[in-house]
């Protein structure tokens, strides 16, 4: 049985006739749609694929391959495209605001933080439809700490939105395999973390996996998981039909989730069907092996997750219900960040967070630390971290942090935790050169449809402003995997 809710009614229908509906909606859907632009179509031939390239066995090997794809993708998009000023953001035309290729050092790529003497590896993991950029400010950190850091790069990212309508997550697990032996080649026997956001949380889960099934190594010492894409919303279930239905011809449209301008260097605006297939398979993969282990199985690296109570795209439930509650007990911790209470009224949310933290930290049998960043009072904007210890009801250790929720953010989200409020693209304040591109908070008021940058992109916080605390408690967590001073 279907059940669709319209108001307060609640219509029921057998599953077949609601899957001919939704095959409908999706043909009608697909009809016509947003015109597409040639990084919509391109083919790099040259991208990694376990299918394709099966001769990269090395680290080393898909860098070589990844010069040849970014050759590729100026020989192919930014020799082609127009400039000037009427292209002042696009980000495929050369020496416009939005090509990465302006900045001193291109965050699309692979990229590698030596130490001299490192005391251990970390490998950085981005999600779906990001970029290596996605972590370069922990990164930065951590090599500041003496741990030689591996950002990765994603096939089918960093390049062009077509490589998402093609990428499989299996390519993506490969690349994991390949930044893990290479950093256990410049570590040696030092520990390893690996540090996921997003889908990238998902693959550090699926390589800890191959290395309990004796498929990959080394074995990570610990995982650092952000806003982890464990359970999407049930809509991603249905990006299968649309990829299939997309071959049948005048439903080319259904290829593509979303048609938008590209105006960021580092991310994608555009989102292939494919893409959200292969983010449902490989959270459903993931799940299915955890909750195949069973109690009996050995326990898995300790795991820190970090992540917004609101979340667009990740399910707090299913964090909690398929990751954490099946994973031994006394050796992880989640830390979540709440709303702000003092300026979301209860009113005017679709959505309350509230009954799900009241529930996190009265419940007295979470085997988990749990720390809720959360306003003092709801009558403050200043911030408290109330933590929670294994197996207890009620917060046992209160910290005051110095930190208050800025004016007018009522919540973080998904991207914004990774992000800290310097960011010079997605930070609290613009740059002080007007010619330098800045996509973070913003006060635009006006007529809607005036801006190439739609609305919705402007009113979704892209930076944390209690960065500092993330950074903080994912160092501790590195350097001393599976302890906190507060259990």
């Not at 130490?115 to 922990?138: F, K, N």
């Not at 998402?164 to 299996?170: C, D, R």
């Not at 992109?457 to 950074?471: T, V």
């Amino acid at each position: 049985m279907f059940m669709i809710r319209y108001g307060a009614v609640v219509h029921r229908f057998p599953l077949s006739q609601a899957l001919v509906a939704l095959v409908a909606v999706l043909c009608l859907g697909g009809c016509g749609g947003p015109k597409l632009s040639p990084w919509h179509t391109v083919q790099l031939t040259s991208e990694f694929s376990v299918d394709h390239t099966p001769d990269i066995d090395s680290f080393e090997d898909y860098l070589r391959l990844e010069d040849a794809v970014f050759t590729q993708l100026d020989q192919l998009l930014y020799d082609h495209t127009d400039t000037g000023p009427k292209h002042a953001l696009e980000r495929y035309s050369r020496g416009s605001l939005a090509d990465p290729g302006q900045h001193p050092q291109n965050w699309n790529r692979s990229f590698e933080l030596a130490s001299e003497a490192p005391v251990g590896g970390v490998l950085l993991l981005h999600g779906m439809s990001d970029s290596p950029y996605s972590l370069r400010a922990i990164g930065e950190t951590l090599q500041q700490r003496g741990f030689q850091v591996l950002g990765l790069r994603m096939p089918g990212h960093g390049t062009a939105p077509s490589g998402l309508a093609s990428v499989s997550w299996q390519d993506m697990s490969a690349v994991v395999r390949l930044g893990m032996m290479h950093l256990g080649q410049r570590v040696g026997d030092k520990p390893i973390h690996i540090i996921g956001y997003s889908t990238g949380a998902a693959l550090a889960l699926d390589f800890a996996l191959q290395v309990e099934q004796g498929t990959a190594e080394p074995a990570p010492a610990s995982l650092v998981l952000i806003s982890p894409a464990i359970g999407l919303s049930p809509a991603a279930v249905l990006a299968k039909w649309g990829r299939r239905l997309s071959r049948l011809p005048g439903l080319g449209g259904l290829a593509w989730l979303d048609v938008a301008p590209e105006f960021d260097p580092y991310k994608y605006n555009s989102f292939a069907t494919n893409a959200a297939e292969q983010v449902h398979s490989l959270t459903s993969s993931v799940a299915s092996r955890i909750a195949a282990r069973g109690n009996a199985a050995d326990p898995l690296p300790p795991i820190l997750v970090l992540k917004s109570t609101v979340d667009a795209t990740v399910s707090n439930d299913a964090v909690v219900d398929r990751l954490m509650l099946q994973l031994s007990p006394r050796r992880h911790e989640m830390v979540l960040f709440d709303i702000n209470r003092f300026a979301a009224i209860a009113s005017l949310l679709v959505d309350n967070p509230r009954p799900f933290t009241e529930r996190m930290i009265a419940d007295e049998q979470l085997p988990f630390g749990l720390t809720l960043v959360a306003n003092a009072d709801t009558n403050s904007r200043s911030v408290n971290a109330y933590h929670k210890s294994p197996f207890s009801a009620g917060a046992s250790h209160v910290e005051a942090l110095e930190k208050t929720w800025p004016e007018g953010v009522f919540s973080l989200s998904h991207v914004a935790l990774p992000f800290p409020p310097g960011d010079r693209l997605y930070g609290s304040t613009p740059p002080a050169d007007r010619n330098q591109l800045f996509l973070g908070q913003q006060a635009l008021q006006g007529e809607r449809g005036v801006l190439i940058i739609p609305g919705n992109f402007l009113l979704r916080l892209r930076h944390n402003p209690f960065y500092g605390y993330l950074e903080s408690r994912v160092l501790r967590w590195v350097e001393n995997p599976g302890s906190s001073r507060f259990n």
